[in-house]
C-alpha cells in the first residue's frame, strides 16, 4: 500500500526562508512547494491544493492576512501556519482569533519546532 506524502506550501517573499523550510520538510517527507507572494500561490493552489499552508505576514502586493482571505474563499477548511518575524498582539489576535489560524511560528525558529508545529496541525485534519 501506497503511502500518500502530505503535501505543504510555503509561502515567503524571502528565498532563503522558503527554502529553509523546504528542505527541512522534504527531510521529513512531506512534498513542499514554495510561492513567493500570496497571488502565486492562489495560481498553484488553483491546480493542486495542499494539506497545509505556511505562510509569511509581511509581504508585498498581498500581505499574508489578505492571501489567507483570498485562499479561504475557495479552501475555507484548509489549515494555515502563519511564519512571522512580526510579534504585535494584533497580528496574533487576527490570525487565532478572526482569521483561525492553527499555528503561529516566529522567526527565528528552530527545525524542531517547525517539524513539531506542521505535525501537530495534520494531525488533527
Known amino acids: 500500500m ?7 506550501m ?4 524571502e528565498p532563503d526562508t522558503a527554502d529553509i523550510i523546504r528542505l527541512v520538510l522534504e527531510a ?8 513567493a507572494s500570496g497571488i502565486e500561490a492562489l495560481e498553484k ?9 505556511m505562510t509569511d505576514i509581511s509581504m508585498p502586493d498581498m500581505n ?5 482571505k483570498k485562499a479561504r474563499e475557495s479552501l475555507n477548511s484548509i489549515p494555515f501556519i502563519v511564519v512571522t518575524g512580526r510579534k504585535e498582539s ?8 478572526i482569521l483561525k489560524i492553527n499555528d503561529y511560528i516566529y522567526k527565528p525558529f528552530g527545525r524542531k519546532e517547525l517539524v513539531n508545529s506542521v505535525r501537530s496541525v495534520l494531525q488533527v485534519i
Not at 494584533?90 to 482569533?97: N, S
Request: net charge negative.
Open 2 to 8: 501506497k503511502t500518500v506524502r502530505k503535501k505543504v
Open 64 to 68: 499574508g492576512w489578505e492571501f489567507i
Open 90 to 97: 494584533t497580528d496574533r489576535i487576527m490570525g487565532k482569533d
Open 28 to 35: 521529513e517527507g512531506y512534498e513542499v512547494t514554495t510561492a
Open 45 to 53: 493552489i488553483k491546480d493542486e491544493v495542499p494539506h497545509i499552508i
Open 10 to 13: 510555503v509561502v515567503d517573499d
